[in-house]
């Protein structure tokens, strides 16, 4: 079977993982986008380290958990953000304005909607 969105299942293992009191999980294939997704949530500290594990084949990370996530999911279709209306879909998708972050694949790579509030740049949703 052929997998269609390989970041959605990197984050549904990680959800169900923390979910069940794991302290890892594997997560295969590997990609560029999800090595970036988890370099974002590293820095935000829901997660610990993680280590990419090259098995001559796609390549397996392994992701230490912290027990801070609650919910990571991935919107589909990747919508077109710009600048504008990054207020507008951070309200729309998140609790409450004191935590939670959207991520965003944007020209200048992929951040979250903070630091593209910064940079002034638009993206695709993730």
């Known amino acids: 079977m052929v997998r269609m969105n ?6 549904n293992s990680i959800n ?3 979910k069940r009191g ?3 999980v594997m997560i295969r294939p590997c990609s560029k986008v999800i ?3 988890l370099g974002v949530m590293m820095k935000k500290g829901y997660i610990g380290e993680f ?3 090259d ?6 990370i ?5 027990g801070r996530i609650i919910k990571c999911g991935v919107i589909s279709p990747r919508f077109d953000v710009p600048i504008k209306s990054i207020e507008k879909w951070t309200n729309n998708l998140l609790p409450s304005r004191q935590f939670g972050y959207v991520v965003l694949s944007t020209s200048a790579g992929i951040m979250d909607h903070e630091e593209a509030k910064k940079k002034h740049v638009g993206g695709k949703i993730l």
């Open 51 to 53: 280590e990419i594990v």
């Open 62 to 66: 392994v992701v230490n958990l912290s």
């Open 16 to 18: 169900n993982a923390e």
């Open 55 to 60: 098995d001559h084949r796609a390549g397996k």
């Open 22 to 24: 794991k302290r890892q």
């Open 6 to 11: 390989t970041l959605a299942d990197a984050l």
């Open 35 to 37: 090595v970036k997704f």
